[in-house]
């Protein structure tokens, strides 16, 4: 069974930091660019940040230069360390595992940035 499990968000003050973590099945995360969604109330889900299995990164344009996505291959592990954190980036995140044949889904987890 496949298997992505988040965890780290919570409550902050604006300009804190959170790291979010998501341990991945070794047979998907192996073969998966890995990424980070989210989605805020009445909003449709966004891509934040993603990372390849040869550890390019791109980033949506409202996080960058303030978030940055790794990954721990010995792990099984995808980060996002969030910093400089904004009210506007409330919102429930999701871990998201691509490859050729599939796409798989976390259960997301909350953040909650208060100004």
């Known amino acids: 069974q496949v298997q992505l499990v988040e965890s780290g968000g919570g409550l902050v003050q604006a300009g804190g930091s959170l790291r979010l973590s998501c341990v991945v099945s070794r047979r998907i995360f192996i073969i998966s660019a890995m990424g980070w969604y989210r989605q805020a109330p009445g909003k449709q889900r966004e891509l934040v940040a993603s990372i390849t299995t040869g550890d390019s990164t791109n980033y949506a344009n409202s996080v960058k230069g303030r978030f940055t996505i790794s990954r721990d291959n010995a792990k099984n592990t995808v980060y996002l360390q969030m910093n400089s954190l904004k009210p506007e980036d409330t919102a429930v995140y999701y871990c998201?595992?691509?490859?050729?044949?599939?796409?798989?889904w976390g259960q997301g987890t909350q953040v909650t940035v208060s100004s």
């Open positions: 998201n595992a691509q490859n050729a044949f599939t796409t798989y």
